[in-house]
């Protein structure tokens, strides 16, 4: 490497005397040799000491000698740039840009070229360039940052950075009220509004920021803060520079293990990673919600600062409810005792943001407005689109034989219950992770099924837990139960007649909330349950009993009508009608509501006396 260097000086300094050939005039020998940086100059003393105070100082110090010597250390710009100013000593017109107006400035100031030594001295002309073209460029002003980079400090210390940013910032910012201005009309009804549609050419320096370094960019996205530049276009800026910033790097982590990579080499990384983490507007949706799910990651792998990644998290949570499944599936890239293949407790803290953020500073939908139940918790709507959001991720981490269960139930657990309307999400993420841990003890499948509110599943998905031998048995009872009062309470909607639905609505209404208090408890559950099987048991035995009643009176009937067809015999069958109603209405005493099947049954048997007596 060294040997290169030395090439690279060898080269600078053979074309350096041969530019210097061509401008110095060769008639009038030389007396001062200057060193710059190991490339030489054979100059003449006065041109220099006429315009330069440092030269004049040094040559003022060596009076007796003839022939001088001089070497000097840290020239701003090296040889080229002490070049430029031996140029403008001898009288040699070039021309000033924005690619050479810094180290000209800096360079002017190191060698004390000011008006006390001559007039219109390059330190003025500089300053002038500076001033009257550059400043009113933005362009112009970026590439003169770029120059500065490796003027520092001294670029820094004459305040050319300063004045460039300032430049850039106020720039921008007039930029936009301009467009602002442009997108103004005037609606139907007269009244002047901003067209939403147009597309707003405000922001055409974004592109342009992209090549400042990124100390630079930090004091300029700073400054344009100050300035008031629109929160959507500070964070389009950072979207821009970070995307351009660290995908030109190397690959940050092997895509094939997920495994990190040596971080001696990532420091410039981490760097960038942490400042945009510290420039993020604090309005919400300034930048797109994966962009900062992706700053995330990136602060994970490079073991970024505690502080960044609370940052993140603390942004992240308090607008989840517009995140995706992609978005909160973090690798985990520390491979720990427990070998999980998703970074849990960085979701888990996330969302536990989500919960504790305060719903006054989110915007909550007109067409649907929740109270909330405390001064410090989301909107109802944003914590239905989150339940969902976590139900798919916890069906998604469910499959990892390393995910334990404390974590899967810090998850699950970290919502509030009002949080899910429908428990169809939660059952399926629950049976996944049962059926991917076959040996979880059967305390820890109670724990886990004590999750799932039974009375909020589907029709499909009680269905399903009916017959789900993963389950416990506990938790099956409650199944069938809560599918035994959905049929009932189905039955009762649909009853027919309309004398007996108060009884059975009434009945209904005392089953389901009895069904309340048992779903505390499995073992209540379990004992409401037998209850009412004996219930069911003596209501049909009941049955059976009018059952032969009625057939017994049936065959009575037969045997009066055969043996007399006169007068008598319809006043017996008139008779045996009404005790039949009586008989109906006195065997429905002894229970507390009547049985939909008996009357059935009583009209059919009504049905056939009338069609044998016919």
């Known amino acids: 490497m060294d040997k290169h260097q030395q090439q690279q000086q060898l080269f600078l300094a053979k074309s350096t005397r041969q530019r210097c050939n061509e401008w110095i005039f060769r008639d009038v020998p030389s007396d001062i040799t200057v060193e710059v940086n190991g490339v030489s100059f054979a100059l003449h003393k006065f041109p220099l000491v006429s315009r330069s105070g440092r030269i004049q100082k040094l040559v003022a110090e060596h009076r007796d000698s003839d022939m001088l010597r001089v070497e000097l250390v840290n020239v701003p710009g090296g040889a080229e740039s002490f070049e430029l100013a031996a140029k403008f000593c001898y009288g040699i017109n070039f021309e000033i840009t924005s690619f050479n107006v810094a180290q000209l400035y800096c360079v002017s100031d190191y060698l004390e070229m000011t008006e006390e030594f001559s007039k219109d001295n390059l330190g003025s002309r500089t300053e002038e360039y500076l001033e009257i073209v550059v400043c009113k460029n933005l362009e112009m002003c970026v590439e003169v940052l770029q120059q500065c980079e490796s003027l520092l400090p001294l670029a820094d210390e004459l305040k050319i950075i300063s004045r460039c940013i300032d430049a850039i910032a106020s720039k921008a910012c007039a930029e936009q009220i301009a467009s602002s201005f442009s997108r103004l009309e005037y609606s139907s009804s007269g009244r002047l509004h901003m067209n939403r549609q147009t597309k707003c050419e405000g922001d055409w320096w974004i592109e342009d920021l992209s090549v400042i370094r990124i100390d630079l960019y930090q004091r300029l996205i700073t400054a344009m803060k100050c300035r008031g530049v629109r929160p959507e276009s500070i964070g389009a800026s950072l979207v821009n520079f970070a995307q351009k910033e660290l995908t030109k790097k190397c690959s940050l982590w092997n895509p094939s293990g997920l495994t990190k990579v040596d971080l001696g080499s990532t420091d410039h990384e981490r760097l960038v990673v942490e400042t945009i983490i510290g420039l993020l507007p604090v309005e919400k949706l300034a930048v797109p919600i994966s962009f900062l799910f992706g700053l995330l990651r990136s602060a994970v792998m490079l073991d970024c600062s505690i502080s960044c990644r609370l940052d993140l998290e603390r942004r992240i949570g308090s607008q989840l409810d517009i995140a995706t499944l992609d978005d909160i599936l973090i690798p985990s890239f520390r491979h720990s005792g427990d070998g999980t293949l998703f970074d ?216 009066d009508m055969v043996k007399s067809r006169s007068r008598r015999f319809m006043r017996s069958f008139s008779k045996k009608i009404g005790k039949l109603s009586l008989f109906g209405h006195s065997s429905s005493r002894g229970s507390s509501s009547p049985s939909r099947q008996s009357y059935r049954t009583d009209s059919k048997v009504i049905e056939r006396t009338c069609a044998s007596t016919d």
């Open 344 to 559: 849990v407790d960085t979701v888990q803290r996330i969302l536990v943001n989500f919960s504790q953020q305060d719903d006054s500073e989110g915007d909550m939908d007109d067409e649907s407005v929740f109270e909330s139940d405390s001064p410090r918790s989301p909107s109802q709507t944003a914590l239905f689109k989150v339940a969902i959001l976590v139900d798919n991720y916890l069906a998604e981490i469910a499959p990892d034989a390393n995910l334990k269960l404390p974590k899967f139930l810090g998850i699950a657990e970290t919502l509030p219950e009002h949080a899910r309307t429908i428990h169809d999400g939660l059952y399926r993420a629950i049976d996944i992770y049962l059926k991917a841990h076959p040996s979880l003890p059967d305390e820890d499948r109670k724990r886990l099924c004590k999750l799932i509110d039974f009375q909020k599943l589907s029709q499909e998905a009680g269905a399903h837990a009916a017959q789900n031998e993963r389950l416990p048995i506990q938790s099956i009872v409650q199944v069938l139960y809560f599918e035994q009062l959905r049929l009932r309470n189905a039955l009762c909607c649909s009853y027919p007649d309309d004398d007996h639905k108060p009884a059975v609505h009434h009945q209904s209404w005392r089953i389901s909330s009895g069904a309340l208090s048992a779903a505390m408890s499995p073992r209540d559950n379990y004992a409401s349950l037998r209850r009412e099987n004996r219930e069911l048991k003596l209501e049909l035995t009941r049955m059976r009993m009018r059952l032969n009643d009625l057939e017994k009176e049936h065959v009575c009937m037969k045997r």
